[in-house]
């Protein structure tokens, strides 16, 4: 079976500083890439490389970026049949600084990703058929992200939310989704609180259920995950290792869990192979490129059991 993904895809222009700057702040950077990323068309690509027939519907600009964008994602062999390039909005864009500790800050220009309507609801209806899971962001426009998670939701389709940027999320929408993923941030903005450990986790993982979910995964960086799903809780310790850049790691964390959820895997196995995948997106730069590969995430499950 397949995933679909339906969200965003950016053109990301990505500096290197020592740290982040502060406001008023001059700061040399070190270095400087320019890379596709965008949050849905990073799980796309991961959910490819981890070896799932994947499908992408999301918007580009017609602009110099828009077309660059879609082709990369094409030629990691997702399946981009239904994505589309709008000619009256710009290619959305990220503009992010990484630091030392590999921390960083993004800000979005949106651009075509806020020109999703129901066209594109109804283009990705047609691929529902070749799914089992469907993965969704907040970082293109809302309305027509929640009547996918619905549509996908009637059709017995695994519903993954990455609550990404923070957003309020209307409370009908709740019951339409299997897994919310929300990291420390995300986690306040939906629960009022920011998870510090693993009871903090355990109490905003009990709220989301609460509001409808059936399975609450948060994501706590260089800690591990938390997760409360019908199968049981548990907490999960992230891999160990040399974190240069966290850019797109939750982007990979995700996709690390889909594929697992569309083979069928366990719950507290799908959030190892989840956390392997992200591990490994933050040893190398940029958002795209990071995205981890199947033999790679297999070898770190397997050497850190
Ligand atoms: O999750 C990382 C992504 O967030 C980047 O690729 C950037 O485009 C922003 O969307």
């Not at 959305?92 to 993004?106: K, T």
């Not at 806020?114 to 899971?133: C, F, I």
Request: hydrophobic content about 45%; overall charge negative.
């Amino acid at each position: 079976m397949g995933i679909l993904v339906f969200g965003s895809i950016n053109m990301d222009l990505t500096t290197y500083v020592p740290k982040l700057p502060r406001p008023g702040e001059t700061l040399r950077g070190s270095s400087f890439i320019t890379v596709p990323g965008g949050k849905g068309s990073n799980q796309a690509v991961a959910c490819a490389r981890l070896g799932t027939k994947t499908y992408f519907v999301g918007r580009v600009g017609k602009d110099a970026f828009g077309p660059e964008v879609l082709e990369i994602v094409k030629k990691e062999g997702v399946d981009i049949s239904q994505a589309i390039i709008d000619p009256k909005s710009g290619t959305g864009l990220a503009v992010i600084s990484v630091d030392e500790n590999a921390e960083n800050s993004i800000i979005i220009i949106s651009g075509a990703n806020l020109a999703l309507d129901n066209s594109d609801v109804e283009r990705a209806k047609t691929l529902m058929e070749d799914a089992n899971v469907l993965m969704l962001q907040l970082e293109a426009s809302l309305e027509p992200t929640f009547e996918t998670a619905k549509a996908a939701n009637q059709k017995g389709i695994k519903v993954i939310l990455d609550p990404a940027p923070a957003y309020p999320i209307p409370q009908d929408v709740f019951p339409f989704i299997d897994f919310i993923t929300p990291n420390e941030v995300e986690t306040e903005a939906l629960v009022g609180f920011k998870p510090a450990n693993q009871e903090d986790a355990a109490r905003a993982a009990k709220a989301l259920k609460e509001k409808g979910v059936r399975t609450a995964i948060i994501k706590m960086g260089s800690l591990g995950a938390y997760y409360d799903s019908p199968e049981g809780s548990g907490f999960v310790r992230a891999f160990k290792v040399n974190a240069i850049d966290t850019v797109a790691a939750g982007d990979a964390f995700n996709a690390g869990l889909a594929v697992a959820i569309s083979e069928g895997k366990s719950v507290s196995d799908a959030v190892r192979w989840g956390a392997a995948a992200g591990a490994i997106a933050t040893t190398r730069k940029g958002a795209l490129p990071s995205m981890p590969h199947r033999d790679e995430m297999l070898k770190l499950l397997k050497e850190q059991a």
